[in-house]
């Protein structure tokens, strides 16, 4: 047969593609293609009405095109015409043009939807097949709308042919799993069962998927496929080599058959007739046997075929779990393969050990194969078979041979593929934990995951072992000793600065007796990393210097010098600062015994899912996981029954989680919240009362009033803190009180004086993007929330501290997605200070508060007017009283250039007025302020001095403090 | 079941692709350029086996062409690796001695051929007979229908 045009193809169409091969670059393919599709195009549309040859081979080389990566836009119509063409060849282009080309909700549907039903009632077998294929292919809910019940009866059908039964019972098997409620259960189901007895091997193989997929479904109507399949693979098992004729492949007999039958069992549990169930042995036993009997072939195909059905036979076997002499005699065939020569053998023998790790009685017979696992780590090649060995190390590790599976890993993680590094370190930190007898082992292993990877260690890792070392006493010396021998190494990771920080701040006492690691040394050690660390660790590490300030009285002068200096007071880290400056305020104020209830050694935390758990199950899926670890997992959830009570579940580790924080402090701080909630009154409610625990600047007043009530403070990553709080729960509220300098707010960056788009406050998670728009008193502002990262935020809530509240937010913000929130805003009077956005939200646990000053100055307010010069000046001294005008005279902080000065004032809201000032490089504007209760005329002048890089600011209102705020802020601008 | 077949040369070139569950065109693209990439940085000596993303993938080279197969996981991966064979079978019973060329000059015939083989990403039959039948009695059809063009008429010159 010639290698181009078989069977008398489409010459133009071959020439076609034998220009897209010849062309030199996309352009010319491009430019080709261009040709082509206009050519088609000016043939469909012309008046000749093409024959069906013609229309055949256009529709072909679309179909070409479009399968180069193109888009297709038209013909779908002539491809439809097509289907009703009595030559077979035509009609079978246009069903594969539908089949690759058209979706669901083409309106052409219908059309097709009746050259099929034609296709499908003419009784010739060929167009039956193509009009199934068709179907099969599609698998739209149109078509099982219209075709779902009349496929069963064809599939049924005594006199239908054995290839269009075979089609109906994979097109039904699509439209089963595409539309299953279309797919009615009716008196076909059993008819259906007994094509497993077909005659025709085909019809058999095509059947059987199709009733695998629907046992799944509802194993009930079809139980009685069990015995059928049992028989049928009894037969097939012990036929010879050559009985079933074109059916045998390589010398295995049916493979795929056979294959799909061992499959359909595993919709069943072991057969409850003692005969059937002793026949399935044998089949079983037959075919466990044949893979120890010398090949038939050496032909790859040949072994490929019989390990198929072996593989399949296996995962029965252990999907029935209930013949321990099966089991071993799987395990003992797998062992083998672990040695094999062929990688993909060894591949699925360790997928498949995996599972039989799990089996109770074959548990003992997998862990035989340690020493070829390990190897199996350390020599193969292919990266996928290293990671079936991970995976089946994982799954074959107890309390007998935990030390030396997680060795193992962990010598193999130091040169471990970066693509899996993360899961391995998943799995060992699960492994430490769960088999540990003494925890001095889990705390070295968990500080050797960090030292080879510390990139791969997750949070919920290290939260994990801070959360054991607090839970148990006898490990706390001995953790405090490691970390900080560990923090010796001139470069540390900085996941080990945030354990050493977290434990030496908690348990450094239990080393201080030595004097090598005595509190100054100990505290030296610490800061000596503060500066190579990222904000979250730094505020870790501040938290950890308060402790040590109780913990060792001797250094507080040391801590309070660091505290201190101007790189903590005045950092430019709001969180930073503000941490810096109420440890200090703390230590300064506070008696010792104040100090020693407030930064009291942490409580024990509840005992809970292990997050690593649920962070490697997120990973892989349920599926792979240690079947073991996942009963653990119901039982805890049962018995503590918090995970449930919880709002988010599972990752937050620490207690970083508002259940646990209500749980151990709620009982301290309900009088204190009481209490607050008076002083707050209405701000309290505009958030999701979670925990209650919120201090304001007045805090002082409560802490000397009743000090029982002070919630211990806690260890927490991130958070703003006002006065005592609670580290780990901290809800910012800012109070409605005028004094606002103790207070490190975001503040808003001062463009927005002058504009009212843009972003206005942006950190490595969210970024805050604003629109507003002001007329006279009134303004509306649109404010998009966007979450930077690839995680939801939870709990999301945003208010505006002022005199209204904001309509709550959508409590999740998704990955990627943004929110929206609608201000609307009123001007009552003159003010100063502007509204604050408070946002708070979950991130992978932690609790995210970032409080940021709206950009709603009272210039918003601003309508121009224009005036004439004589106007302007009789005005000008009517305001002449001494409280009206402000002047203020500052240096340029920008270039001084006369456009952008004028875009400014204008942006600023004052109408511009030219030629009013006698010295035309003096800027003289005026405008009206807008309040709810008052209009506020207001005038201004602006004189630039060049050579001195000076400007003269002079404002004059009918209102001092409008002068005064005016002045300021637009002085601000240049 | 199968979730979908392609067919690519060792230069990245996609020669046929088969879509067994509904997918949107910007995901395919994107799926085949991603799976290219991992396939064709894969050695001699690595295992016809990986996992990508939540699917098994089967693959084998023959001569210039890469054959790729996605199924789930609880497919059975050898078997596949012989569905994937014999197709080849099929295709060079079909072609005698198919090569690349052929593929791209008939790809209606390679689909053609794949529909009379798999269904709704399950094997309809594993006969090569009753296949190649299939296909064959098509052809004949089809030389039934042509009547012989002119050379000029075919490259619309006509």
């Known amino acids: 047969m010639p290698a181009v045009s078989k069977g008398d193809g489409m010459r133009g169409l071959a020439v076609f593609i034998s220009d897209i091969r010849n062309c030199k670059s996309k352009e010319a393919e491009i430019k080709r293609i261009n040709k082509e599709l206009a050519n088609i195009r000016s043939k469909f549309k012309g008046d000749k009405a093409l024959d069906g040859y013609s229309k055949k081979k256009y529709v072909c080389k679309l179909l070409f095109i479009f399968l180069l990566g193109h888009d297709i836009d038209f013909g779908h119509m002539e491809a439809v015409n097509l289907l009703s063409s009595n030559k077979y060849t035509e009609k079978q282009i246009g069903y594969l043009f539908i089949s690759v080309l058209v979706n669901s909700n083409s309106d052409l549907i219908s059309l ?26 599609v698998g739209s809910r149109e078509m099982a709308e219209a075709f779902a019940a009349e496929v069963p009866c064809i599939l049924v059908a005594g006199d239908t042919m054995d290839s269009v039964k075979q089609s109906a019972a994979l097109c039904l098997l699509r439209l089963n799993r595409t539309s299953p409620d279309l797919v009615a259960m009716g008196e076909w189901t059993t008819r259906v069962v007994h094509l497993l007895n077909d005659q025709h091997l085909g019809v058999v193989t095509a059947a059987t998927s199709l009733i695998t997929t629907l046992a799944q479904k509802s194993p009930e109507d079809f139980k009685t496929s069990v015995s059928l399949a049992v028989a049928r693979l009894s037969r097939i098992v012990s036929s010879a080599s050559t009985d079933l004729q074109d059916y045998t492949y390589y010398f295995v007999a049916a493979p795929w058959l056979s294959v799909k039958l061992l499959r359909l069992l595993q919709c069943y549990p072991p057969p409850e007739d003692g005969a059937i169930r002793g026949r399935l042995t044998e089949c079983l036993e037959t075919i466990l046997n044949k893979a120890q009997e010398p090949p038939k072939s050496k032909k790859v195909q040949h072994s490929n075929a019989k390990n198929a059905v072996l593989f399949e036979a296996i995962s029965l076997i252990i999907h029935h779990d209930s013949e321990p002499t099966l089991l071993v005699r799987a395990c003992n065939q797998l062992g083998q393969f672990l040695q094999h020569r062929e990688t993909n053998l060894r591949y699925l023998a360790l997928e498949s050990m995996c599972t039989l790790a799990s089996s109770e009685f074959s548990h003992e017979a997998v862990k035989t194969h340690i020493e070829t696992v390990i190897n199996a780590l350390k020599s193969e090649r292919d990266v996928s078979v290293r990671q079936r060995a991970v995976d089946l190390l994982y799954a074959m590790c107890d309390r007998s041979n935990a030390k030396q ?24 930190a699960i492994l430490a934990e769960k088999y540990a007898v003494d925890y001095t082992w889990y705390v070295d292993t968990i500080l050797n995951l960090i030292r080879f990877a510390g990139d791969y260690v997750s949070d919920e890792v290290w939260y994990r072992v801070i959360q054991i070392v607090i839970n148990r006493d006898e490990v706390q010396g001995y953790a405090a000793k490691t970390v900080f021998e560990a923090l010796q190494a001139p470069a540390c990771h900085e996941n080990l600065v945030k354990v050493g920080g977290y434990i030496l701040g908690e348990f450094g006492n239990l080393i201080a007796g030595d004097s090598r690691s005595s509190p100054l040394i100990q505290f030296d050690l610490l800061h000596s990393k503060f500066h190579l ?98 009963e653990n997992r119901k039982e805890r959830s049962v018995n503590g029954g918090t995970v449930a009570t919880s709002p988010t579940p599972s990752t937050d580790l620490l207690g970083l989680g508002s259940t646990i924080a209500t749980q151990n402090s709620a009982p301290r701080a309900s009088k204190g919240a009481s209490l607050l909630v008076d002083v707050f009154s209405g701000n309290i409610a505009a958030f999701p009362v979670e925990t209650p625990v919120s201090v304001g600047p007045v805090a002082d007043e409560n802490f000397s009033r009743d000090i029982s009530y002070i919630p211990t403070v806690r260890w927490g990553t991130l958070g703003i803190l006002v006065g005592i709080q609670s580290w780990e729960s901290i809800q910012y509220i800012k109070p409605k009180i005028p004094d606002m300098r103790c207070l490190p707010l975001a503040p808003f960056p001062s463009r927005f004086v002058c504009k009212n788009n843009g972003v206005l406050y942006e950190n490595q998670l969210l970024q805050i993007g604003l629109k507003s728009e002001f007329r006279q008193n009134l303004g509306r502002m649109y404010v998009f929330f966007g979450n930077k990262t690839s995680t939801q ?25 943004q929110l929206q929130q609608i201000l609307n805003i009123e001007c009552v009077s003159d003010f100063v200070d502007a509204p604050v956005l408070n946002i708070q939200f979950r991130y992978g646990g932690t609790l995210q508060n970032i409080a940021v000053k709206l950009p709603i100055t009272l210039n918003k307010f601003f309508q121009p007017t224009e005036m004439t010069s004589q106007n302007f000046f009789q005005r000008w001294k009517q305001l002449g009283a001494p409280q009206q005008e402000v002047q203020t005279i500052f240096k340029a902080r920008h270039s001084m250039d006369t456009e952008v000065t004028k875009a400014k004032i204008m942006g600023f809201g004052a109408a ?63 | 079941m199968m979730r979908f077949m392609l067919l690519f040369s060792r230069q990245g070139k996609l020669r046929l692709q088969k879509w067994y569950t509904a997918t949107a065109e910007r995901d395919k693209k994107k799926m085949v350029r991603e799976l290219m990439q991992v396939v064709l940085a894969r050695k001699p000596k690595m295992s016809s086996f990986l996992e990508w993303r939540d699917l098994k993938i089967v693959y084998k080279r023959y001569a210039s062409l890469y054959f790729c197969c996605a199924v789930e996981e609880q497919d059975n991966e050898l078997i596949t690796l012989e569905v994937i064979h014999r197709f080849v079978e099929l295709l060079d019973k079909y072609f005698g001695s198919v090569c690349e060329l052929d593929i791209i000059f008939n790809f209606e015939k390679a689909y053609f051929i794949l529909d009379e083989f798999l269904i709704g990403g399950e094997i309809q039959d594993t006969s090569k007979k009753s296949v190649l039948k299939a296909i064959e009695q098509a052809d004949l059809l089809q030389e039934e229908d042509e009547s012989p063009r002119s050379v000029l008429e075919e490259m619309g010159l006509a």
């Open chain 1, 112 to 137: 097709i939807n009746n050259a099929i039903k034609n296709d499908l009632s003419s009784r010739n077998p060929t167009f039956m097949n193509l009009a199934l294929h068709c179907i099969a292919n």
């Open chain 1, 405 to 428: 599976i997680v060795a193992e890993m962990l010598s193999y993680l130091e040169t471990a593929d970066y693509s899996i590094r993360e899961e391995i370190v998943l799995k060992v």
């Open chain 1, 533 to 630: 660390c990222s904000v979250p660790t730094r505020a870790l590490l501040l938290s950890a210097y308060i402790k040590f300030i109780n913990l060792f009285p001797e250094v507080k002068g040391t801590i309070q010098e660091v505290l201190r200096s101007d790189s903590q007071l005045r950092n430019a880290d709001v969180e930073l600062q503000q941490r810096a400056v109420e440890y200090l305020r703390l230590s300064c104020i506070a008696s010792t015994d104040i100090l020693a209830t407030v930064l009291e050694e942490m409580p024990p935390f509840p005992e809970r899912e292990s997050s690593i758990l649920a962070k490697l199950k997120r990973k892989k899926g349920p599926g792979n996981l240690h079947p073991d670890l996942d």
């Open chain 1, 793 to 817: 935020f939870m709990n999301f809530a945003a208010s505006v501290v002022c005199q209204d509240t904001l309509q709550p937010a959508d409590p999740t913000v998704d990955g990627g997605a």
């Open chain 1, 912 to 974: 511009l007025l030219d030629g009013v000032d006698p010295n035309p490089s003096n800027f003289v504007g005026a405008g009206v302020i807008h309040t709810k209760t008052t209009q506020v005329g207001c005038l201004l002048r602006l004189e630039p001095n060049t050579q001195a890089q000076m400007y003269r600011l002079t404002l004059r209102t009918s209102r001092d403090t409008v002068s005064q705020r005016l002045c300021d802020l637009l002085s601000e601008q240049f």
